[in-house]
C-alpha cells in the first residue's frame, strides 16, 4: 500500500476539519496496525477450506491504517476501503499519552515494525510499516520516542 502524493492529499484533505485551530500535520503515513495470532490464523483457514471443499483459501492480516501525526494529536484512519481513501476515523488520542519503541527490520527486512506504548494501556499497539512508508515509520517513531 504505497503512501503517493495523492493519498497524502487525500488523507490531509480527510484530517484537515477534525483539527484543532492552530494545530498543524507533521507526517502522513500507512501502516498495518495490530497483530494476528497465529491461533486465529489457522482458524480462519480450517474453516474457509471446510466451508468451500478445499476450492478457496483465507488469510487474515492485521488492520491497514493511514496514520497522521499531529503536534496535538495521533490520528488513525480506515484504509481498508474500497476505493483506497481514507475512511472513517478509527483512532483519535492525544499525542502526550502515546510512544513508539525503538524500530527494527520486519520480515525479510522489508518492512519496519514498532510497538505504540498508550499510557494506561496493559498491551501496545504493534505497527508495521510497508517498504514505501518505511521512512515515515521511523519519523514517527522518532517523534514518539519514550522520554525517559
Request: proline share 0%.
Given at each position: 500500500m504505497p503512501l503517493n502524493a495523492g493519498r497524502q492529499r487525500q488523507t490531509f484533505e480527510a484530517v484537515t476539519p477534525l483539527l484543532s485551530e492552530g494545530e498543524r500535520v507533521e507526517l502522513i503515513t500507512c501502516a498495518n496496525v495490530g497483530s494476528v495470532s497465529v491461533r486465529r490464523q489457522v482458524a480462519t483457514a480450517v474453516v474457509v477450506g471446510l466451508a468451500s471443499a478445499g476450492t478457496l483459501m483465507a488469510a487474515v492480516r492485521p488492520r491497514q491504517m493511514y496514520i497522521v501525526l499531529t503536534d496535538r494529536r495521533l490520528l488513525f484512519f480506515d484504509a481498508s476501503t474500497s476505493t483506497g481513501k481514507p475512511g472513517?476515523?478509527?483512532?483519535?488520542?492525544?499525542?502526550a499519552y502515546a510512544s513508539a519503541g525503538v524500530p527494527s527490520k520486519g520480515m525479510f527486512g522489508l518492512t519496519l515494525v514498532t510497538e505504540l506504548a498508550?499510557?494506561?494501556?496493559?498491551?501496545?499497539?504493534?505497527?508495521?510499516f510497508p517498504t514505501p512508508c518505511r521512512s515515515e515509520g521511523r519519523q514517527l517513531a522518532e517523534s514518539l520516542a519514550a522520554r525517559t
Open positions: 472513517r476515523v478509527l483512532m483519535d488520542f492525544s499525542r498508550l499510557a494506561g494501556q496493559d498491551r501496545g499497539l504493534k505497527l508495521v
